[in-house]
């Protein structure tokens, strides 16, 4: 079945410009996280989104983070004013908790490099 | 803060050999943890869980073994092959939070 996607896969920009990533979650999944993963590094939780519950925001790095979640699907995350620090890979992940498992399932991320 | 962490950024394993890749936790509260798998481009996948309720699970091919006294989390996997030549990843979360905590990753390489 269809996994977790995200798009673009690669995104280059100028730093200073904003940027949008965006996120399909499978379907059906109440759940959905955003990581920032920088090289060689592990991953650094940034927003998580919980059914209609307001998101938890605790590890967005600055105001220049944002994320908005529409319909319970999909999300968006937004950049502004982009940094060459903001340059990582965006990985975001759904899951459907139950009484078995936690699983979160990844899509592939989006690798952001700022210029 | 709290923090979880692994013992070894790179572990190199014959293939056939089993392999066992370790990670120390800082939580006493943890309750839950996850292994995952990571290849090169790709996003994290799920190997294994295990609940603090539990000292052992076993998967296909892998086995997670969880020491609460001393905070230690181990994966083992058996019969290592090319394909599992990877960053393996531990997290871990407590209770009813949602977050889950990473840490910085094993570089798993299988040599012929």
């Known amino acids: 079945g269809a996994g977790v996607s995200q798009s673009p896969s690669n995104k280059v920009t100028e730093k200073g410009k904003d940027v949008e990533l965006r996120c399909d979650p499978i379907?059906?999944?109440?759940?959905l996280y955003w990581y920032r993963q920088s090289l060689g590094q592990g991953l650094e939780f940034l927003i998580y989104f919980q059914g209609n519950s307001a998101p938890d925001k605790s590890g967005l790095p600055s105001d220049r983070f944002s994320a908005e979640r529409t319909g319970g699907s999909v999300s968006t995350l937004t950049i502004q004013r982009t940094q060459q620090e903001d340059s990582a890979v965006y990985l975001c992940?759904?899951?459907?908790?139950?009484?078995?498992?936690?699983?979160?399932?990844f899509g592939p991320g989006t690798r952001l490099t700022v210029l | 803060g709290e923090s979880v962490g692994l013992h070894l950024p790179t572990l190199s394993v014959q293939e056939g050999d089993n392999s066992i890749i370790n990670c120390a936790y800082s939580?006493?509260?943890?309750?839950?943890f996850i292994w995952y798998k990571q290849e090169s481009g790709k996003g994290p996948q799920f190997i294994i869980d295990?609940?603090?309720?539990?000292d052992k699970r076993q998967g296909q091919r892998v086995t997670v073994l969880l020491n609460k006294t001393v905070k230690h989390l181990s994966l083992q996997i058996a019969a290592t092959q090319p394909g599992d030549s990877a960053v393996y990843f531990c997290a871990e979360n407590e209770g009813s939070a949602r977050q889950l905590t990473f840490g910085s990753g094993t570089q798993l390489t299988v040599l012929p």
């Open positions: 379907s059906g999944h109440t759940a």
């Open positions: 295990i609940r603090s309720n539990m």
């Open positions: 992940a759904s899951i459907l908790y139950s009484s078995v498992s936690n699983e979160q399932f």
């Open positions: 939580n006493s509260a943890s309750d839950y």
